[in-house]
């Protein structure tokens, strides 16, 4: 397999810690999101992925994009370890969640509505990110085990972590997460999450490194 990604990307990452857990050997291409006007911009990368947008991934002979499509992809072909609980009902809570911070936290807080937006963009993305997790604190509050939901780690877990990342980045104030704290610490001791950190790419810039 061949990754199309960015260090920084929590889209990307998703898809790391996936490969990661279920074990899978792959070649990454950085498309690097900042230099020369965007990379995923040029007519090479267009035509793997006509979004424009990382991740993407060539493997058994197609070309994914979007991050949850790969990663159920990834739980079809590679069904060990389990990222989606066979309970119907946890599987719909895990679902959820993954929907609630990859379609309505991430999109809001990402590079090409930042550059919209211009001088007020951390303050954007900070509310972005807090009132995603006011709502998502509350979920958790009835869902989480050690994880998102119980104590397996599932998709919403590939989806949380990536997400805390941005608020650190974005300096939200973490203090009325608890939950949220918790769990993310719980999972970055896990080595699938640690070996797919943004400190720890091939392409993470040497000040930045782990």
């Not at 267009?46 to 992809?73: C, E, F, R, W």
């Not at 991430?106 to 995603?132: D, F, M, R, Y």
């Not at 709502?135 to 998102?148: K, N, P, S």
């Amino acid at each position: 397999p061949i990754l199309y990604g960015y260090f920084r990307s929590s889209c990307s990452w998703r898809v790391r810690i996936a490969l990661a857990l279920k074990g899978i050997s792959y070649d990454l291409v950085p498309v690097n999101l900042l230099k020369d006007g965007g990379q995923q911009f040029s007519a090479e990368f267009k035509a793997v992925n006509p979004m424009q947008q990382v991740p993407a991934l060539k493997i058994d002979g197609i070309t994914l994009s979007q991050s949850l499509a790969i990663i159920h992809y990834l739980e079809d072909t590679h069904p060990t370890p389990r990222l989606l609980p066979q309970d119907p009902k946890k599987r719909a809570q895990v679902r959820m969640i993954a929907d609630h911070i990859v379609s309505g936290i991430q999109p809001l807080q990402n590079l090409n509505v930042l550059k919209q937006i211009g001088e007020k963009k951390t303050e954007w993305a900070q509310n972005c990110i807090a009132s995603g997790f006011q709502a998502l604190e509350q979920i958790l509050q009835h869902t989480a085990g050690r994880y998102c939901v119980g104590d397996e780690v599932s998709m919403a877990d590939l989806c949380l972590v990536p997400q805390v990342f941005n608020a650190e980045r974005f300096k939200v104030d973490m203090g009325p997460y608890p939950t949220i704290t918790r769990i993310n610490k719980a999972l970055l001791e896990l080595e699938a999450f640690k070996v797919s950190h943004p400190s720890r790419q091939p392409d993470t810039p040497a000040e930045l490194r782990a």
